[in-house]
């Protein structure tokens, strides 16, 4: 079974950066997709970012499209989520997520059907 462990979070004063990194483990089939999701306190859960392993391609929430980027290192089956440029709105804390499809939902391919989440890091960003 899949084991998903971030780390990397922490406290920056806003404008300033972090780098999470996700750490997948136990599978025997490797997942399809990663994405990084995040929930700020008392909203509800965003999809920030993901990935798609084979091909490295990616997509990103309009509200942080340039300023975060993920990537991965399947050698060593890590994703990260270099998050720059950081906003006190980006205060959450943040999950990846393994996912078993990458669908088209109209708009872009996003990873679905996530099956394995991580035990979330959490980022504060302050002003």
């Known amino acids: 079974q899949v084991q998903l462990a971030e780390s990397g979070g922490g406290s920056v004063q806003a404008g300033g950066s972090l780098r999470l990194s996700c750490a997948a483990s136990g599978y025997t089939s490797a997942p399809v997709c990663l994405s990084w999701f995040r929930q700020p306190p008392g909203k509800e859960r965003e999809d920030v970012a993901g990935i798609y392993r084979g091909s490295g391609a990616t997509y990103y929430a309009d509200s942080v499209k340039g300023r975060f980027t993920i990537s991965q290192d399947n050698a060593k089956n890590i994703v990260y989520l270099q998050m720059n440029s950081l906003k006190p709105e980006d205060t959450a804390t943040y999950y990846c997520?393994?996912?078993?499809?990458?669908?088209?939902?109209?708009?872009?391919?996003?990873?679905?059907?996530?099956?394995?989440w991580g035990q979330g890091t959490p980022v504060t960003v302050s002003s």
């Open positions: 997520a393994a996912g078993k499809t990458w669908n088209w939902n109209g708009r872009r391919f996003v990873c679905n059907n996530m099956d394995t």
